[in-house]
Structures are given as structure tokens and as C-alpha cells.
């Protein structure tokens, strides 16, 4: 019912930048939150930062003044632009959203496919 496709990863060297982007698309009465998680090889998932509708931001420690989430509402995108980039950076960074898809129904959870993001020399 819900789709997400993610845009944006690559390799980028230490030091750069990388914005992803993230599109929500089907049956969707309105977005509760949204955000980024991302998981590196023999990790688990962990969240990155989310919003939520009311503009509430959850950054993780580990990108607190490198990364930054923006949306556009209108046209249910979010974004996440990445700066100072570190090799630890390195995983497949998942878009998130919590959907309701009508005026009465329950918010679900969604996801979109991942995209690699390698931070290397």
C-alpha cells in the first residue's frame, strides 16, 4: 500500500558529503514520522534521526552536527543530508515512516529498500 524508494548513496571519501533522499508514495491519509536508521555489516539497525509531523527532530550522538533530516510535506520526501563524513559512517542507511493510510486507521510502520553508503579513502 505504501512504497519508499531511496535515493543517494554512494562512496564518498572521508570529510564529504552525501544527501539521500527518500520518496513515500500509495495510499497515505498522513506521515507521523519519518527518519533514517541505518546498519553496518555485523550490526544491528540503529536510528539515525527522525521527525516527527509537529517538526520534533531525535538526532543519534554519533551524527549530532554532521547530519541533518528535512522534509518536504507536500510532497511526502524526506531527506538527509550528511557532512564530515566518517569511515564508521559506512552501512545501508533504510528510510522510515510511520503512515496512516486513512482517516480512521492505525499508523504503520514502512520501509524502503536501503541504500549503501561507503565512506573510504
Known amino acids: 500500500q505504501v512504497q519508499l524508494v531511496e535515493s543517494g548513496g554512494g562512496l564518498v571519501q572521508p570529510g564529504g558529503s552525501l544527501r539521500l533522499s527518500c520518496a513515500a508514495s500509495?495510499?497515505?491519509?498522513?506521515?507521523?514520522?519519518m527518519g533514517w536508521y541505518r546498519q553496518a555489516p555485523g550490526k544491528q539497525r540503529e536510528l539515525v534521526v527522525s521527525?516527527?509531523?509537529?517538526?520534533?527532530?531525535t538526532y543519534a550522538d554519533f551524527v549530532k552536527g554532521r547530519f541533518t533530516i528535512s522534509r518536504d510535506k507536500t510532497k511526502n520526501y524526506v531527506y538527509l543530508q550528511m557532512n564530515s563524513l566518517k569511515p564508521e559512517d559506512t552501512a545501508v542507511y533504510y528510510c522510515?515512516?510511520?503512515?496512516?493510510?486513512?482517516?480512521?486507521?492505525?499508523?504503520?510502520?514502512?520501509w524502503g529498500q536501503g541504500t549503501q553508503v561507503t565512506v573510504s579513502p
Open positions: 500509495g495510499s497515505i491519509f498522513s506521515i507521523n514520522v
Open positions: 522510515y515512516m510511520e503512515v496512516t493510510t486513512s482517516r480512521w486507521g492505525m499508523s504503520a510502520a514502512y
Open positions: 521527525i516527527t509531523s509537529g517538526g520534533s527532530t
